[in-house]
């Protein structure tokens, strides 16, 4: 947990890069540049330069200093149409890791509001995603099959589609009459994909222009996640509250004292006066950058990066010289050899836009020390804690989007009351979408701008659909604790019976004691283990209150 544990330290730095492995003749100039950052003692990593900002960048400053900005939201609305706008349907979004996806079937996901069915195509060996509806009666083929031509049959009719969408066979259709199944109308939509950093992105546009985007725009790369060296684990979780939440609660490290005190371990404070239990403290966090592509932000040492749409990540650095880091076409990442090699982690966060009121995260922490943590302990161990640290504000963040929405995005500056540089990047965030990006996700118009229901608060707080269920090492350790509790039962039933069903000079009162106490142990602990499967794989309500 030490790496989760970490994002409580000097948030979020990490070297990215947007090209491919690609052969340069084909790849153009990316819109991501990256050079060597010498403005911190952790210069090893890289900072991500875009366009330039067109207004004059701010920070939130001390209590006596107001944080209004010298430009007012009211006045940035009014001259949007002189900046450039943020293009919600020309980017790059993640799914999910390629390590949760099962390539025997295809699996339903919803991101940006639209339904994709995404499925192995063995024949092409590529992950394919389409629109999650059959063209002949709109069933969702994320409830078909792969068929053992290794086709996407519906499992309604029985209509087959390859991984390009074209309709390859229609039951319904006489053998000897017109091929009905190559009209255009009995194609399903697939949409661009490609594979980076082991997690299967897509292109929300179906036009045949963007078929081969990925050779001139591919999404962020993270060199790190595709280092040998470096530790790499995926977690993936559905969230009841929405996109715009996320990213704030993950750009606000002055919350994690106190929505996760008792959960996560907050290192030692450098002041010399405590101002609480908890250890909140004054932080110093600078916005450096702020334009259509990019945010950037100092934290001390630290280096905060947020790549619109769903990037966020962070660098921390500690012990050994600092070397020299420099970026090249490909992505790759040379460094200057050092006598001790110095130790990385980062902390990556790539947060997923659903539909209104829920989102989804991807976060991986990689790092380039105690890497055996991960190649002993089973991965389904790290995600009990990663998922208590998000169940702990999910309800305060719930509730917050509720109020945050009667306020309206474009007075949200002037409802809430920000006086510290604790929230300089979150203000960032919210000048970036009110001035480039329409003040919210862009839906097309699919809903109306009402959030959902308040469900009840165990259902609110879920584990086994938002998480357990699409998690492939999860879900394999539930089903076996489950296993292993009808095995208890039953055992602890069976030993009873047979000290029942000895004769009372079979057994001595030894060997009578002691099968006793193998029935009762074995009973114990089938019900401490139905505790701890409920817990952790269903429901943990962590009450603020009793930490």
Same mark, same amino acid.
């Given at each position: ?73 009211? #006045? ?329 929405? #009667? ?141």
């Amino acid at each position: 947990m030490q790496a989760i544990k970490a994002s409580s330290f000097s948030p979020f730095q990490l070297n990215l890069n947007s090209t491919s492995s690609f052969p340069k003749t084909i790849y153009e100039k990316p819109n991501l540049y990256i050079y060597p950052n010498n403005e911190s003692p952790i210069s090893c990593f890289p900072l991500i330069h875009t366009q330039n900002a067109k207004f004059k960048l701010f920070t939130a400053v001390s209590p006596s200093v107001s944080t209004e900005s010298e430009t007012p939201f009211d #006045e940035e609305t009014e001259n949007e149409n002189q900046e450039e706008k943020f293009d919600w349907y020309a980017q790059w979004y993640p799914i999910m890791p390629i390590c949760d996806l099962d390539k025997r079937r295809p699996h339903g996901k919803k991101v940006m509001g639209i339904d994709l069915v995404v499925w192995w195509d063995r024949n092409e060996k590529e992950w394919k995603v389409m629109d999650d509806s059959c063209p002949h009666r709109y069933a969702p083929l994320s409830e078909g099959r792969i068929d053992q031509w290794g086709r996407l049959q519906c499992v309604y009719h029985g209509w087959c589609f390859s991984g390009s969408g074209d309709c390859k066979f229609i039951p319904q259709a006489p053998r000897d009459g017109p091929p009905v199944h190559t009209s255009k109308r009995a194609c399903a939509t697939a949409y661009p994909s490609c594979v980076q950093n082991d997690i299967l992105w897509f292109w929300p546009n179906s036009d045949p222009l963007y078929k081969d985007i990925h050779l001139t725009k591919m999404p962020p790369y993270i060199p790190e996640l595709d280092d040998s060296s470096f530790s790499k684990s995926f977690i993936v979780r559905d969230i009841s509250y929405g996109y715009e939440l996320l990213i704030e609660n993950l750009m606000d490290p002055a919350h994690v004292q106190y929505s996760h005190y008792g959960i996560m371990n907050v290192p030692n404070c450098l002041c010399t006066v405590k101002a609480d239990r908890e250890g909140g403290r004054p932080l110093d966090i600078t916005v450096t950058k702020l334009d259509v592509n990019v945010i950037t932000a100092n934290q001390g040492p630290g280096r905060n990066t947020f790549v619109p749409p769903c990037m966020y990540y962070s660098c921390f650095a500690f012990g050994g010289p600092q070397g020299k880091t420099s970026a090249v076409s490909s992505g790759a990442v040379q460094e200057n050899p050092s006598v001790e090699k110095q130790k990385k982690a980062l902390l990556v966060f790539i947060c997923i836009p659903v539909s209104p009121g829920h989102s989804r995260i991807i976060f991986s922490s990689p790092r380039n020390f105690a890497t055996w943590a991960e190649r002993i302990i089973p991965r389904w161990i790290f995600h009990l804690g990663q998922n208590l640290i998000l169940d702990s504000d999910l309800y305060l963040l719930h509730v917050e989007e509720r109020k945050l929405k #009667e306020i309206g995005s474009y007075n949200w500056h002037k409802a809430c009351y920000m006086p510290t540089k604790a929230d300089a990047i979150v203000v960032a965030f919210r000048r970036w979408l009110n001035k480039y990006a329409g003040g919210q996700v862009d839906w097309h118009g699919k809903y109306n701008g009402d959030l959902p229901p308040t469900p009840p608060r165990e259902q609110l707080l879920d584990r086994y659909w938002t998480h357990t269920v699409n998690c492939t090492s999860c879900n394999l350790a539930y089903k076996g604790l489950n296993a292993l509790e009808v095995i208890l039962q039953i055992a602890s039933i069976g030993v009873i019976g047979i000290v029942a069903a000895a004769k009372q000079g079979t057994l001595s009162v030894v060997a009578r004691y002691s099968l006793v106490s193998v029935a009762l142990l074995c009973f114990m602990g089938s019900r401490w283990l139905s505790h701890f499967i409920y817990k952790n794989f269903h429901f943990h309500d962590y009450d603020h209150a009793f930490r």
